[in-house]
């Protein structure tokens, strides 16, 4: 069955440190995949789009590798502080033509002053 | 400013009654859809549309109903079928034809059975 895995346990780090957060998948084909924030009580933001037949994207502080082989996208939030401190959600597309984003269950980030 | 939203952010049912939230969006997308999120858990998929008065059942769409009959709204009705209807719903909206577009996000609706 198709299956995407963020890692459930809350990333806790210090400011200034790179947060590293993870998504797999399994028996998925995406052509893409993106990444969320969402903090307590609202609606997920989006954040990052990147393509199958792309390894890595950059925006600010924010960097993104998508490794097919592996099946496997890594986050990273640079310099991190703690309004970047939330729930980050990676999202993959359905195959078969429609527009129709999976949801992983999201990675608490947690950055200490 | 354009945008999506959802009415009534906070929402408390009986047993045994429909209610229905509400989603519209000026953003002009054709695509529309309904998520349920649960604590610890990913969005699920309930409904999606992607074109006027024609909508598609998502994962869990048992115990729920919509409708699409403007381009701008897409209301969501939890029936009294939906055996644990207690859960935040998240709207969302996208273009349709971009195959990796965005979805833009409502800020949800928490709908609490008492």
């Known amino acids: 069955s198709q299956k995407i895995e963020q890692n459930s346990e809350a990333l806790n780090i210090q400011e200034g440190k790179t947060a590293t957060l993870t998504c797999n998948y399994t028996?998925?084909?995406?052509?893409?995949l993106q990444w969320y924030r969402q903090d307590p009580g609202r609606g997920p933001v989006f954040l990052l789009l990147?393509?199958?037949?792309?390894k890595e994207k950059r925006k600010e502080r924010l960097k993104v590798t998508f490794d097919t082989t592996l099946k496997q996208s890594l986050f990273h939030i640079t310099a991190s502080q703690p309004a970047d401190s939330a729930t980050y959600l990676c999202?993959?597309?359905?195959?078969?033509?429609?527009?129709?984003?999976?949801f992983g269950r999201g990675t608490s980030l947690i950055v200490h002053p | 400013d354009g945008g999506i939203t959802q009415s009534p952010k906070y929402l408390f049912r009986k047993e045994g009654q429909n209610v229905t939230l509400s989603c519209e969006q000026n953003?002009?997308?054709?695509?529309m859809y309904w998520y349920r999120q649960d604590p610890g858990q990913g969005l699920r998929l309930i409904y999606y549309?992607?074109?006027?008065?024609?909508?598609q059942k998502g994962d869990i769409a048992e115990g729920y109903s919509v409708s699409r009959e403007k381009k701008e709204s897409f209301p969501l009705t939890v029936t009294s079928a939906q055996k644990n209807p207690t859960a935040f719903y998240l709207c969302?909206?996208?273009?349709?034809?971009?195959?990796?577009?965005?979805?833009?996000f409502g800020e949800g609706s928490r709908l609490t059975v008492l």
């Open positions: 999202a993959l597309d359905s195959s078969g033509g429609s527009y129709i984003p999976t």
């Open positions: 028996n998925y084909s995406p052509a893409y």
């Open positions: 990147i393509r199958e037949n792309e």
């Open positions: 953003l002009n997308h054709d695509a």
């Open positions: 549309s992607q074109i006027v008065n024609d909508f």
């Open positions: 969302a909206s996208a273009r349709q034809g971009y195959r990796a577009g965005e979805l833009f």
